[in-house]
């Protein structure tokens, strides 16, 4: 129990025996101005009374409008939050009693002797780079049972002075058996084996308490335990935590850390692989596999979410989750307004968040394929393997490289051959599919190149299809929720198979949005296939998709569609896995397009 006070000075003799000799900002003081003092005084600019600052040292040791100062370093006579705290009129008191905030005669005490000290202020505790202490002189403890002098260590001599201030004695030292029990638990979170034990016990030879610490540390146990905190600051988690609690294929990312311990790597090492391993200079696959630190947040798969308003909360998690874990900070609060406590903005914050910000992602996750963005990761022998095929490949694309002498060669050949004839092409030959939308019994959408595969019009079944008349024949004008499916079996194509698809419409409104033609999985499996998609703004987005859109091919045409009026639309691939081999055409000419993503490395094939 703390004596009451209720004069400056009989503060500093009612409180002598429990005052810190040197009081600290952070520690002591920043607690109770920010508990009791900010709600008028600190950085809420629409809520400062008398404008005071206690927040900031130019504030609160500036000169205020009646002249004195609330906190003048090294003299409380004239430090007017001394006169204040300390009052007994309440019409004076701070904090004022309408507040229903107060000070205790301890606290009191400890801003007194803090301003007697110099009021040094600090800032917050995570920024201020450490310093190593001076190592206090002490008697060292006896002797222990394996011959080991306690005391010598630099952190015994300030457990030891801690002991001889607080009046205590040392403990005695402890056996053996409890010695190796407590050192198994310190360093690998596991008892030690009876074997082990007896191993311990048996060792009479000098440094045998440092035999067992390097064994311990050499363990992957160690490792193991060690990383078990961190996995719990990243919020690492095997499943997707949200609905159904998918499977997440996280454990790779554990693994990495737990060998980042066993390899004693580097702190500063350690936190940037895992934030920005990906961005390094001749980055390796473990230091990407490391930013997977940035990908442990939660993540939803379930189909009626606003995935634009899940992406921004993962955003915002991995913002809050660097705060805490790297700087150890809460930024969180700074996402609505200037942070109260922390010395975080709300601009910092959001210069913060745009840099996760910038990744090109989707807020609903698939069912089919994992999370995004991911790395795939092979064995030694499939490394080498996938070597020797990349150097094969290399030396064949080079002879169809039509920069090739080879390849200029047979070309003026087959010129000469040509020569004063009609060039002939024959479309149909590799013609899989022709729908002229202008005969639908039955609501059938006869296949004219093949008969294997006819298309049929779902949705709305109840409903007479609309047909008008189109730029060739009829068409058909899709109202409400129709589409025209052309089978489950039909125009499948792995991101090797080069095609083309093309076809007329007309947009009748503008603000349309949804697919004009696909051959994918949907959301729910990571939009595999390949998709030409009308965007709201009328841009068209077209691409080959293993999950979208970290794993896919994508561009964005440069201009809106037209709307009003009949055009043809044509998307060529060239099986070549890169978005240059991706083309939109519009009545023949080439379309405009913006690269969206270039990675597809994964199958196509839902």
Request: proline letters at 6%.
């Amino acid at each position: 129990m703390l004596p009451a006070c209720s004069s400056t000075e009989g503060a500093e003799q009612d409180f002598a025996q429990v005052l810190p000799d040197r009081v600290d900002y952070n520690f002591h003081v920043k607690p109770i101005l920010s508990d009791r003092c900010y709600a008028c005084h600190g950085p809420d600019e629409n809520a400062l009374k008398a404008g005071l600052r206690l927040d900031l040292e130019s504030g609160a040791t500036g000169r205020l409008e009646s002249g004195g100062r609330a906190i003048v370093p090294g003299n409380i006579r004239k430090s007017l939050v001394v006169e204040r705290i300390f009052a007994s009129d309440p019409d004076a008191v701070m904090p004022p009693p309408e507040s229903n905030l107060h000070l205790s005669g301890y606290e009191r005490a400890l801003i007194r002797r803090w301003i007697e000290q110099g009021a040094e202020f600090k800032p917050h505790w995570s920024l201020i780079p450490p310093s190593r202490p001076e190592v206090p002189s002490t008697a060292p403890a006896a002797a222990g049972t394996d011959g080991r002098v306690a005391g010598v260590s630099p952190i015994d001599a300030f457990v030891n002075r801690r002991v001889e201030r607080e009046g205590l004695e040392a403990a005695g030292p402890a056996d053996r058996e409890r010695l190796i029990r407590r050192l198994s638990f310190d360093l690998t979170g596991l008892p030690p084996t009876l074997e082990e034990i007896d191993a311990f016990l048996a060792d009479t030879r000098p440094g045998a308490y440092e035999r067992v610490v390097d064994r311990l540390l050499a363990s992957d146990a160690y490792g193991e335990h060690m990383a078990a905190a961190w996995l719990d600051i990243a919020r690492y988690a095997d499943s997707h935590g949200y609905q159904d609690d998918g499977l997440r294929n996280m454990w790779p990312w554990r693994d990495w850390v737990i060998s980042a311990y066993n390899a004693n790597m580097p702190y500063d090492e350690f936190l940037t692989v895992q934030l920005a391993g990906d961005l390094l200079p001749d980055r390796t696959r473990d230091q990407i596999l490391a930013t997977g630190f940035n990908r442990n947040h939660l993540q939803s798969q379930e189909g009626g979410i606003v995935p634009e308003e899940y992406r921004v909360d993962y955003v915002a998690d991995r913002t809050n989750t660097v705060g805490r874990a790297f700087l150890g900070l809460t930024v969180e609060c700074a996402r609505c307004h200037d942070h109260k406590y922390d010395p975080i903005t709300q601009r910092e914050y959001f210069e913060l968040f745009a840099f996760f910000n910038s990744v090109n992602e989707f807020g609903n996750i698939p069912y089919a394929g994992e999370a995004s963005p991911t790395v795939i990761l092979t064995s030694d022998d499939d490394e080498q393997t996938l070597a020797e095929l990349s150097t094969k490949i290399d030396s064949l694309a080079a002879l169809v490289e039509t920069s090739h002498a080879r390849y200029d060669a047979g070309y003026t050949a087959w010129r000469s051959e040509l020569a004063g004839q009609a060039l002939n092409v024959d479309l149909t030959s590799s013609r899989i599919g022709y729908f002229p939308l202008d005969g639908t019994p039955d609501r059938q959408i006869l296949n004219h190149a093949s008969s294997d595969h006819d298309g049929y019009v779902w949705g709305d079944v109840d409903k007479e299809l609309i047909v008008v008349e189109g730029r060739v024949g009829s068409a058909l004008k899709l109202v409400g929720d129709p589409w025209i499916d052309m089978g489950k079996e039909f125009a499948w194509f792995e991101r090797n198979e080069p095609f083309s698809i093309g076809l007329w419409l007309q947009i009748t409104d503008p603000g349309r949005e949804g697919p004009l033609f696909n051959k994918a999985g949907g959301l729910f499996n990571g939009m595999r296939g390949y998709v030409a998609m009308l965007r709201k703004d009328g841009h068209l987005s077209a691409s080959l998709n293993h999950v979208f859109p970290s794993n896919s091919i994508e561009v964005v045409t440069e201009a809106p569609l037209p709307v009003g009026r009949w055009m043809h639309l044509t998307m060529t691939y060239d099986g070549s896995s890169r978005v240059a081999g991706l083309r939109l055409f519009l009545d023949g000419r080439p379309l405009a397009t913006v690269p969206a993503a270039d990675n597809l490395k994964m199958s196509t094939l839902y």
